[in-house]
């Protein structure tokens, strides 16, 4: 892990699935000193976790999260793969749209969920794509729109891809 590089509050890669749950737990150390309130860092560590574990498993190598926060009065959880593809972020589903019987889908349900539509994908220039989300410390967040091209603006113009 290295410190604040480019502005990130935190920011590592992740080479292998045992990952998350180390990921979790550094991610979690720096959503606190940020100011998150218990409840809200817990579920910014289950934000991390599901956008980590996405990107483990669909994505390419290199992974890498940052956790940041944002002068919109947010901390934006982002993390990088090497692999092109869209995701639809925010889900156009619900957690409680979908049945016991579903086999994929609810993880970015729940990032959509627990970020209050805060949330989405950015191409990266070189190759791969950023997907965050944004957690309000204390108080309601700005308008989506200004959000988004604040993340979309600060992503493109950050590293430009992963090598």
Known sequence: MDGADH???ARWRLPVPDDVVVARQVARVYLERFGLGA???DQAELVVSELVTNALRHGA???ELRVWPCPLRC???EVRDAKDCPLPLPSPVAPWDLTPWTESGRGLALVTELSGGYCGTVPLAAAGKSVWAAL???SPLVCPRALTAFV???VRSDLPGLP
Request: avoid cysteine.
């Open 7 to 9: 502005g990130a509050l």
């Open 75 to 77: 901390v934006v959880v």
């Open 152 to 154: 979309d603006s600060r």
């Open 61 to 63: 190598a290199p992974v």
């Open 136 to 138: 309000a410390a204390d």
């Open 39 to 41: 409840e809200r860092a």
